[in-house]
């Protein structure tokens, strides 16, 4: 059973940076892709960036490609997101999430694959 455990979010003005983390309970390390999503205020969670096990390949949602970055750090068992030039519409609560994966390249994009999530980190930017 994986634990994870985000931080590192708060309140922000539009344009500023932010990065959060994640820390798991055991390594990641261990085959595990790792994913950020969002959920904000009267909406669905939605996906946000995934980064592989091995951490050589990421993806992002359209709406933060070139502003986002997710990197990981196996032997802190951490992984993070950066977030640059913020905007309002970024304001949620972010969860970080883990799928245990066979290969070290796989990475997944959908909330189903990943089988443990954090608690979620509150996000807000102001206009």
């Known amino acids: 059973q994986v634990q994870l455990v985000e931080s590192g979010g708060g309140l922000v003005q539009a344009g500023d940076s932010l990065k959060l983390s994640c820390a798991a309970s055991?390594?990641?390390?261990?085959?595990?892709?790792m994913g950020w999503f969002r959920q904000a205020p009267g909406k669905e969670r939605g996906f946000v960036a995934a980064?592989?096990?091995?951490?050589?390949?990421?993806y992002y949602a359209d709406s933060v490609k070139g502003r986002f970055t997710a990197s990981r750090d196996n032997v802190k068992n951490t992984v993070y997101l950066q977030m640059n030039s913020l905007k309002p519409e970024d304001t949620a609560v972010y969860y970080c999430?883990?799928?245990?994966?066979?290969?070290?390249?796989?990475?997944?994009?959908?909330?189903?694959?990943?089988?443990?999530w954090g608690q979620g980190t509150q996000v807000t930017v102001s206009s």
């Open positions: 980064i592989s096990w091995s951490g050589r390949r990421t």
């Open positions: 055991e390594r990641t390390g261990s085959n595990y892709a």
């Open positions: 999430a883990a799928a245990r994966v066979a290969y070290s390249d796989t990475l997944y994009y959908t909330e189903r694959q990943y089988s443990y």
